[in-house]
Structures are given as structure tokens and as C-alpha cells.
């Protein structure tokens, strides 16, 4: 039988929208509820292109305009669950 719905400790918050992703903190949570809200806060100034995560604009610039993006310190969060 399946073993990846058991339980972890403490809360665990799940997306109203999809109902299988969960997280274990409201920052995480809203942050993936953008993306069924649409909600991309981090706009590509060169064309039309726009993404929830920085992380994902600057694939996004260096794959299209070849633009190597800032990087500032910033935490990767790892959601393998
Ligand atoms: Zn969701
Ligand atoms: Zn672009």
C-alpha cells in the first residue's frame, strides 16, 4: 500500500485550491497558492514573460536572453516531501 499520505508531526497546511500539495508554513503555502491565483510578482523586462518564483525568472532570462541574473542571498527551500 501506499506509505506517502502518513502523517508528519506538527501542522500541516494544505492548499484549498488542489488539495495535494501541504506545507508546513504560511509562507510557503501562500507562495504556491499563487499559483492558481496568478499572481507572478516577478515580471521579465524584455518581453511578456512572467513567473511566481525570482528562481524561475532567472532561468527564465538566462534560457531566452542569455542574462545572468543578480544573485542576492536567498534561502532555497526544498519541498520534497
Ligand atoms: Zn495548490
Ligand atoms: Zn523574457
Redesign the pocket.
Known amino acids: 500500500m501506499r506509505e506517502d499520505e502518513k502523517g508528519s508531526e506538527g501542522v500541516v497546511l494544505t492548499c484549498p485550491y488542489c488539495y495535494r500539495s501541504t506545507f508546513k508554513q504560511t509562507s510557503d503555502l501562500r507562495r504556491h497558492i499563487r499559483i492558481h491565483t496568478g499572481e507572478k510578482p516577478f515580471n521579465?523586462?524584455?518581453?511578456?514573460?512572467s513567473a511566481v518564483r525570482r528562481e524561475h525568472?532567472n532561468d527564465?532570462?538566462w534560457r531566452?536572453?542569455k542574462i545572468v541574473a543578480k544573485k542576492r542571498s536567498q534561502t532555497v527551500v526544498n519541498l520534497s516531501l
Open positions: 521579465c523586462h524584455h518581453c511578456s514573460y525568472l527564465h532570462l531566452r536572453h
